[in-house]
């Protein structure tokens, strides 16, 4: 089944404590990005990544690393987390067309992240 | 860059009857116009999308409307259903950039 996997689901943390968001899609996409969603404020891009080792900051990036040594994975770090990175976060991957466009993207289900 | 307007952010409607929700951009060169459903618990998903080289594309009850001039497009869903109940999501791509710009939201509530 053509899905976009993230884990853990469900995390409550402490500020300062390292931590790492894992997404994996099975689709061979070659684009793939995170999004943060907080009430009000619809879906938010944080870090986007055009094919491996290819990444670009999206509109939220403070606080936040990505990596892209895989096509298929796709990780979002948070080094220092503080309170106000508490949120839900998705990752999403698409296909490139041979236009260069994106087709449709495809959401994984997402990572409610707790910060104390 | 893009800013995308989402009206209204809820939305109740008696079931069998329509539903629009509304969105703007900012962005002139944006011409790619998605519609996401989020159900609860749940990632969102395409439901619909349009190209700004067409101005109206239906998909059974679903159907969105794009008008370049005014930068607008808009979501209408007809004979609505209990399970059309969800949080919709406009967004907005210009052709070329790798960022999706999302709206804020609607919350639908279809009654029974």
């Known amino acids: 089944e053509a899905q976009v996997t993230q884990n853990p689901r469900y995390l409550i943390t402490v500020t300062g404590k390292k931590l790492t968001v894992t997404c994996s899609q099975n689709?061979?996409?070659?684009?793939m990005s995170w999004y943060r969603q907080d009430p009000g404020l619809g879906l938010r891009q944080i870090y986007y990544?055009?094919?491996?080792?290819?990444?670009d900051k999206g509109d939220v990036p403070e606080g936040y690393k990505v990596s892209r040594k895989e096509k298929r994975n796709f990780p979002l770090i948070l080094e220092s987390p503080s309170p106000n990175q508490t949120s839900l976060y998705f990752c999403?991957?698409?296909?490139?067309?041979?236009?260069?466009?994106?087709?449709?993207?495809?959401f994984g289900p997402g990572t409610r992240l707790t910060v104390l | 860059g893009e800013n995308v307007e989402q009206h209204p952010s809820t939305l109740s409607v008696q079931e069998g009857d329509s539903a629009v929700i509304k969105c703007t951009y900012s962005d002139s060169a944006s011409n790619y116009f998605p519609w996401y459903k989020q159900e609860l618990g749940k990632g969102p998903q395409l439901i619909i999308d349009?190209?700004?080289?067409?101005g109206e594309k239906k998909d059974q009850r679903i159907a969105v409307t794009l008008n370049k001039t005014a930068k607008h497009f808009s979501l209408h869903i007809t004979e609505t259903q209990p399970e059309d109940s969800a949080v919709y999501f406009c967004a907005a791509r210009a052709l070329g950039s790798y960022k999706l710009i999302f709206g804020s939201g609607t919350r639908l509530l279809v009654r029974p």
């Open positions: 999403a991957s698409s296909l490139e067309t041979a236009l260069g466009d994106l087709d449709t993207q495809y």
């Open positions: 689709m061979n996409h070659e684009y």
């Open positions: 990544s055009m094919n491996v080792e290819v990444t």
């Open positions: 349009i190209r700004s080289n067409v």
